[in-house]
Structures are given as C-alpha cells and as structure tokens.
C-alpha cells in the first residue's frame, strides 16, 4: 500500500521580513495623525465602547493607513522582484490594493493575476501559465481571491506586499507554494513599510497566532498607535 505524503514531509518554510521605505512619507504622517486624534477620545474607553467604535471610522482609518503603506513600497518592490527575475527564479506576490496590482503589471507586463477583477477562467489560465510556462515568472495574487484553492508550486518563493489580518490567512497564502509537489525549501518574504503600522501589525499577528479575531488585533493596533 502507497503511504500519504503528510505535513511533515514537506520541506521547510522560512520566513523572512525585509524593511521597505516609503515614498509617500508626508502622506503617511498626515493620516497617521489623524487617527491619533481620533482616537485619543476612546483612550480611556471601555473594551465595549471600542470594539464598537472599531466597527466604524477607526476600521476606515487605520485601512487607509495600511493602503497608504502599501502603495509607497512599490518602488522597492518592483526592485525586490528584479532580483528573483535575474536570478531566474518564479516568485508569488499578495497584495490587496487594485492600485497596486495595476503598477506592477505595468512594470512587468508579463506577470499574471489572480484577483477579485479576474474571471474564473482567466484565474485558471494564469496559474496554469505560472505552473507551466517557463517565461511566466511572476504571478500577482489577491490576498481574498487567491489564499485558498490553488496551486502554485512552480515557485518556491512568497512575497506579502500587504497583510492579511491574521496568521491564519497568512499561513493559507503561504501554502500555495508550501503544499504536496513542493520540492524546495520555501521562503515567505515580508515587506513591510519602515515606521508604518505594516511592522505593527506583523508584530501582533507573529503574537496572536492562534486568535483569528480580526477586532482584537484592531484593538491592540489602535492602543499601541496610541503609544507612540
């Protein structure tokens, strides 16, 4: 009889977080103040009152402040992945922004996608592509469309432009390439803006493995923001 192939056969998965600038660093401050203000009314506030308030403009805030984050890493990351592609090497990226995405297929022409915008045949088609093609070195994946459901081990190398909300989400996008037919060692890249609420978050989802509540790490992002 066959034996299974099981988690612990995989090989291993690494992690690894680079530090980006961003370009956009005015932009960056200005709404990062504006959220302190905001929220220096709930300083004293109850657990209650704040995950109510959390359900409403904070949520909005502290989103722009993550999309504000991930639009000024661009340039840094279309220089992250020249390197793989001298190097000949596939790479993954997830991002979320619509923006994004759009500036770095204008970069690299010949990446492909896996977003909300794309229908399920051109999804398929471009992982076939990325699996398949040689000259298909780049496959750019939203974090909702493309974190469960499809295979992608023709690379053994993940990039997160932006965070999902929990290690639980992070973990299912890993595993596009971290899954049976993986014959590498893969390495998860975080490029997280410098002195932005990217390396906050990284830091509360690395401590909240096991809690998938996206309010909680709200909570603990706006108190921390706080802090500062």
């Known amino acids: 009889m066959k034996s299974q192939l099981v988690l612990t056969d995989l090989p291993d998965k690494i992690r690894q977080v680079n530090t980006c600038e961003i370009t956009n660093r005015k932009e960056y401050i200005d709404a990062e103040r504006d959220l302190i ?4 009314k709930y300083k004293e506030a109850d657990d209650e009152k704040i995950e109510k308030a959390l359900r409403g403009e904070v949520m909005v805030r502290i989103n722009i402040l ?3 984050s991930a639009r000024g890493k661009v340039r840094d990351v279309i220089e992250f992945v020249k390197d793989f592609r001298e190097n000949g090497k596939k790479i993954i990226l997830f991002c979320s922004l619509h923006e994004v995405v759009d500036q770095l297929k204008s970069y690299f022409p010949t990446a492909v996608s896996v977003t909300g915008r794309d229908s399920q ?3 398929q088609r471009a992982v076939d592509s990325f699996q398949n093609n040689p ?3 780049i496959i750019i994946c939203s974090i909702k469309a493309a974190s469960a459901g499809i295979t992608l081990t023709a690379a053994s190398d993940v990039a997160f ?3 999902p909300w929990t290690y639980a989400d992070c973990d299912q ?3 596009r390439a971290h899954r049976i037919g993986q014959k590498d060692s893969v390495n998860c890249y975080y490029l997280l803006g410098r002195r932005t ?3 906050k978050l990284y830091r509360i989802i690395e401590e909240k493995k096991h809690i998938s509540n996206a309010v909680l790490g709200l909570k603990i992002i706006s108190r921390r923001i706080l802090l500062i």
């Open 37 to 40: 203000m905001y929220l220096q």
């Open 66 to 68: 993550r999309q504000i």
């Open 121 to 123: 045949d051109e999804k």
């Open 135 to 137: 000259k298909t070195d």
């Open 161 to 163: 432009i932006e965070l």
């Open 173 to 175: 996008a890993e595993s």
């Open 197 to 199: 609420i990217d390396q």
